[in-house]
């Protein structure tokens, strides 16, 4: 039984074969028709035709390798710009570290706008500073003033006699001058306060006036200096011409009528030489003419009371008192003026 049912499946796998190569088979029965043999360029002209079924196939993957073509140049286009995107996040992370300060350390002092240390270097080229100070003019002042106050302290009388003598008449200005006479200290210190008062003045005025070209503390030592040695001078030529032709009384009169009016001068001057020294161009031509001014009032009214005071002891006229001034005083301070005048100048 089973040998029989064996042989029936191969009988029947055999038919399942033969009907399949039949059907696969061409026709044998058809006549084959003659066809003329293709030339040269129809052979080149053919082409080779696609098969239907395979023609999707081919544009389907031709399709799927130009996506995948567009996916790669895509991906490696946001691989770039991701890349460069990175690369300007790094570079501006770097430009906000080197812009920000280092607080934790003693570098953060580096950054401050004042100290430009991260800044480009600058040359520049400075001349040296010349210091334009008057604090030892100061304290010259000060120890005027306080000499004035001192003696005002300490000579109350002789300082109150000194103004009472140039209003007084001649009758009482005889005991007066005894009296000044009693003190010689208050009489030397005054005298000091004018050749330095005096000095100053005349060193701020010629500063003033742009007459000389000189350190200002050489100029006022070179005007103290002279006015010492024109009224030391004068002081012994008229104890001398005095002694010479026997009018000692005559002379001392006169000597001590000068050096009167040079202590209230002295004294005067203190305030216009505070006020040429701290105030402003307007102010210091209005000081500068009245005090001027009263230079010029007191050396009159010098020569007057000298005039009197020689004409009672000599027969002298006013034509000879007028020739003693122009020889003796003024001739002298004109030389002495022409002769500083031609060296400073020169040496300019």
């Not at 209003?167 to 306060?193: D, G, H, P």
């Not at 000095?199 to 070209?213: A, F, M, P």
């Amino acid at each position: 039984m089973k040998q029989f049912l064996f042989l029936i499946f191969l009988l029947s796998l055999h038919l399942a074969l033969l009907a399949q190569k039949d059907s696969v088979k061409p026709v044998a029965n058809k006549t084959a028709v003659a066809k003329p043999s293709p030339s040269l360029k129809s052979v080149g002209a053919i082409k080779p035709k696609v098969d239907s079924l395979k023609k999707p196939l081919l544009d389907t993957a031709r399709v799927q390798q130009d996506s995948t073509g567009i996916k790669d140049s895509l991906a490696k286009q946001v691989l770039l710009d991701s890349l460069q995107l990175d690369s300007t996040k790094k570079a501006l992370q770097l430009q906000i570290l080197a812009a920000r300060p280092d607080t934790s350390t003693y570098a953060k002092y580096l950054y401050s706008k004042y100290l430009p240390f991260q800044g480009q270097a600058i040359q520049q080229f400075s001349q040296e500073r010349k210091r334009d100070s008057q604090e030892l003019l100061f304290y010259i002042l000060t120890g005027l003033v306080g000499i004035l106050a001192a003696i005002r302290l300490i000579f109350p009388k002789y300082f109150k006699n000194l103004f009472l003598l140039v209003m007084q008449t001649s009758v009482r200005q005889k005991q007066t001058r005894e009296q000044l006479l009693q003190n010689n200290l208050a009489s030397i210190l005054l005298n000091f306060l004018f050749l330095a008062s005096a000095g100053l003045y005349v060193s701020l005025l010629v500063q003033h006036k742009h007459w000389v070209n000189l350190p200002f503390y050489q100029l006022v030592l070179y005007s103290c200096l002279l006015l010492l040695v024109v009224y030391l001078g004068k002081f012994l030529f008229l104890s001398f011409s005095g002694w010479v032709f026997n009018v000692g009384d005559a002379t001392n009169a006169y000597t001590f009528i000068v050096f009167l009016v040079n202590k209230v001068l002295g004294i005067i001057l203190i305030p216009f030489v505070l006020v040429l020294t701290y105030s402003p161009e307007p102010i210091m031509q209005i000081a500068t003419t009245i005090s001027l001014g009263i230079c010029a009032l007191l050396f009159v009214y010098r020569y007057l009371i000298g005039f009197g005071a020689i004409r009672n002891n000599l027969k002298v006229s006013a034509l000879h008192f007028f020739l003693y001034l122009c020889a003796v005083e003024l001739l002298p301070l004109v030389l002495i003026y022409k002769l500083l005048l031609d060296n400073l100048t020169g040496s300019i």
